[in-house]
């Protein structure tokens, strides 16, 4: 309002202004244009309640709403006028008292404002005043700037974290065993990779609190995994500085043990002197509740007679160990001579699960006189080995054996082997059964062989390797029952063809008939089969029932090819043959399969290859399945085909995993 123009009063509670010129009023806002920028009327009637306060209003705005509307348009239509607020005109500024009028200098106003705040832009009015305290306040067009509740928002209040005394917080009164379980979920169960470092934040929750390192020195020390010398001799020192730790260790874990990447020979490492006989031997003696011992060949030089003797005769609590490929002959002689003072002594051993895995320099002794001092064994490897069928059969029949691998022994027959597996007491619960042999050295089982077995196999069976047998077609009668609680099959150089493979997945008649298949020939075992050209094998009219398989080893069969797998007849890559997820091919195959891209997508298979084998897997992203290799019996590993038998739960890597699916 210009300084010029008198304020008049007309009538009580109401100011009335003069008009004024918009062209000399800069860029002010126009009481009369207020309702067209927040939805209100510009000028209400007094309302009936108690006094209102005071309004400010235009003349012409009070005389008629309508009046005032069309002037002040054209005003704004003026060449000469302002722009409003929401034409981009910056927004006015209000500083007036509530409900009163300041009058200056010869009874003037030179300003009217409301004491409350620099005039935000109508849309932040618009909100801003739906918080007035009165009737008249919000139902009122200008009056609504005196009766603003100026009161500021009220923020939560800030709840600040409750500091606990010492051992007082509720994650410390946790019992202990809980407290263990806890911290156990911390711990990587992952093969250590380089000099990458491993269980960070366990190493962190050490320094929590006294409660909390406590459960954390357990859970560290509880799995100790060796990968490198220099940290065998890191925890050599810790142990002998506080022998208290070492009874928390349950398993020393040097399956990932070598000497690659640190820049030394074998001869180099001998002279550091870390990883001597001397210095395993002195962890076993820090170390008496050990349970598990996990070693292999790069460890066959340091593994003397001394301590040998500890780990069968020391140490009364071990219940595993593992001796994967130890082949040198230092190895060999001491392991002869501490088995050796066993012949003459009543005593047992307290060993639930022995892997002498490729370990083909021990003499047959060592089985005939170990074996029988084993009462408690579960879980028995002796793959590649010199066993023979008396030391299979000297096996206590107190044993309950779980997992068994006779793979690639020639020194055990065929016969030998099915008698053990069909009248001993400790194979009637086998869960993981490998009678693998190369056929270009020997062969283990014959038609008669496979005859007498199959049927006898107990239904606890999830991983069954027949590779190498004298599989003809006429026994695919006795191996379909099989896949029914089967997970886990190998069939490589088996005498099948495409229609043989495909009624292990779906219902219908079967060639028994020797006779029906033209490459079947006499059997080759000394023992003459059962079955005769003549004889007719019916299978009992029975439901059908799914097979279980998810892996199914086809190596070397010479009627599975890439074509024979792509044709309509094969029903392998179809989903009928769900829930089977991995096929096991040669090298011929698996190169066929790898040209075809286009064809592997169609079908939803890839092709994978590690060290010496190849699979044809099917791709589960596109079938739309999320299915998990992980089993119990498989006690860690997570990949369908294991040829090493597990002694010990966790993830398979190093050395283990190179024998166990490379080879």
Known sequence: VSQ???????????ITVPDLDLSTVPSRYYPADFYKLTNRRACSPVSPDSASPDRVLSARATQNRRTAHT????????????????????????????????????????????????????????????????YTASRTGISELTGVDFEPPKQPPVELPKVFAPAESPLEKLPVEVLDEIIAQLALDSPPSGYTPRNVDLINCLLTSRTVHVATINTLYSNITIPHSAIFSKFLTRVSEYPGLGTIVKRLDLSHFTSVGLGRSRQVNSEVQNMTSRTLLRCLELTPAIQEVLLQENLDDDVDENVLCKLFFGLSKLKAVDFCASSSKPFAESFTSAVTTLIDSPMNLGLRRLSLHECFTLPSSVFETLLPRLPHLTHLDVSHTRITDNALASIPESSSLSHLNLGRCTQISGHGVVDFLTSHPAAKDLVFLNLACDIARYRLLWEVDVERLLPALPTTLRSLNLNGAKIRRWHVTLIRPLTKHLEELSLAYADLTVHDVNSLFRPGPLSSSPSSSPSSSPPSSPVSSPISDSSVIEEPSAPWVQPSLHYLDLSSISAITQSSLFSASCVLLSPTSMPLEVIELGDKAISSLRECRNTNKRLGWVVKELGRRGWYVRDTNATGGNQSGRRSWKMGAMWWGMRKCPVAWGEVGGLYGHYMFKK
């Open 4 to 14: 010029t123009q008198p304020l008049m009063t007309t009538q009580p509670n109401m």
């Open 71 to 134: 002037a002040d348009r054209r005003a704004f239509e003026r060449n000469d006028a302002p722009p409003c607020v929401v034409q981009g005109a910056p927004p006015p500024i209000y500083r007036l008292r509530q409900g009163s009028v300041k009058e200056e200098a010869g009874g003037e106003i030179t300003r009217i404002a409301v004491n409350i705040f620099n005039f935000a832009p109508p849309i932040f009015l618009h909100s801003f005043f739906q918080r007035a305290r009165s």
